[in-house]
T-cell receptor
Framework: GAVVSQHPSRVICKSGTSVKIECRSL??????MFWYRQFPKQSLMLMAT?????????EQGVEKDKFLINHASLTLSTLTVTSAHPEDSSFYIC??????????FGQGTRLTVV | GESVGLHLPTLSVQEGDNSIINCAYS??????FIWYKQESGKGPQFIID?????DKRQGQRVTVLLNKTVKHLSLQIAATQPGDSAVYFC???????????FGKGITLSVRP
C-alpha cells in the first residue's frame, strides 16, 4: 500500500534554533498534505493544510511565521519550526492525501526543545 | 465486551472477548468516517472506513457501524488480541478535499 515517510523520527534541539521536518509520499503523488500536532494523551490537532504549489492554510491559533510549511512538489512537504522553544516540544505528524484514497500518515516526529 | 463513550478514555477487555469502541461525531454534513489505531510513538494506522451512504462495513475482525440519526460511530473488534492494545481515534471528513477532524481517542487495554 501507499507509504508516507516522515523524517526525522526524533529530534532534540536547543531553544532558539529551527528544525525542519520532512514528509514524503513514496507511492503516489499527494495533492494535499496535512500537518498535525499531538500532545501526550491527546488527540491529533490539525495545524495546517498544504497544497502543492500554493500557500498553506493554517488553522486558527497556529502561527504561520513560526510553523513554516513548504509543499514544493507532489511528493514532499516540509514543516519548519522556527525559533523553537520548550513549549513547542510535541509529536508532529504529517498526512498525505490523494482524492479517492484514504489519508496516509507518517510515523511522526518527536520534537524536544531544551 | 463493553462500550464506552468519549467520557471514558480507557477500555479494558479480556483477551478473546469482543471490544466495542464508540464515538460521537460532530458534523451532520460529514460524509466519510475512518477509524485509526495509534501505537505509542507512532503515527495513526488506518483500520477501516465507511461512507455516509452505508450503515455497516466489515473488515478482518473489525466492523464499523454508522448511525447518522444520532451521529454515532462504533468500532467492533472481534476476539480482541494483545496486539490490539493501542489508542483508537475516530475521524470525520466533510467533502472529498476537506480535512479530517479527529475525536478524542480511547485507549484499549487487553488483559491476558
Amino acid at each position: 500500500g501507499a507509504v508516507v515517510s516522515q523524517h526525522p523520527s526524533r529530534v532534540i534541539c536547543k531553544s532558539g534554533t529551527s528544525v525542519k521536518i520532512e514528509c514524503r509520499s513514496l507511492d503516489f503523488q499527494a495533492t494535499t498534505m496535512f500537518w498535525y500536532r499531538q500532545f501526550p494523551k491527546q488527540s491529533l490537532m490539525l495545524m495546517a493544510t498544504s497544497n502543492e504549489g500554493s500557500k498553506a492554510t493554517y488553522e486558527q491559533g497556529v502561527e504561520k511565521d513560526k510553523f513554516l510549511i513548504n509543499h514544493a512538489s507532489l511528493t514532499l512537504s516540509t514543516l519548519t519550526v522556527t525559533s523553537a522553544h520548550p513549549e513547542d516540544s510535541s509529536f508532529y505528524i504529517c498526512s498525505a492525501y490523494f482524492p479517492g484514497l484514504e489519508a496516509f500518515f507518517g510515523q511522526g516526529t518527536r520534537l524536544t526543545v531544551v | 465486551g463493553e462500550s464506552v463513550g468519549l467520557h471514558l478514555p480507557t477500555l479494558s477487555v479480556q483477551e478473546g472477548d469482543n471490544s466495542i469502541i464508540n464515538c460521537a461525531y460532530s458534523n451532520s454534513a460529514s460524509d466519510y468516517f475512518i477509524w485509526y489505531k495509534q501505537e505509542s510513538g507512532k503515527g495513526p494506522q488506518f483500520i477501516i472506513d465507511i461512507r455516509s451512504n452505508m450503515d455497516k462495513r466489515q473488515g478482518q475482525r473489525v466492523t464499523v457501524l454508522l448511525n447518522k440519526t444520532v451521529k454515532h460511530l462504533s468500532l467492533q473488534i472481534a476476539a480482541t488480541q494483545p496486539g490490539d492494545s493501542a489508542v483508537y481515534f475516530c475521524a470525520e471528513r466533510t467533502g472529498a478535499n476537506s480535512k479530517l477532524t479527529f475525536g478524542k481517542g480511547i485507549t484499549l487495554s487487553v488483559r491476558p
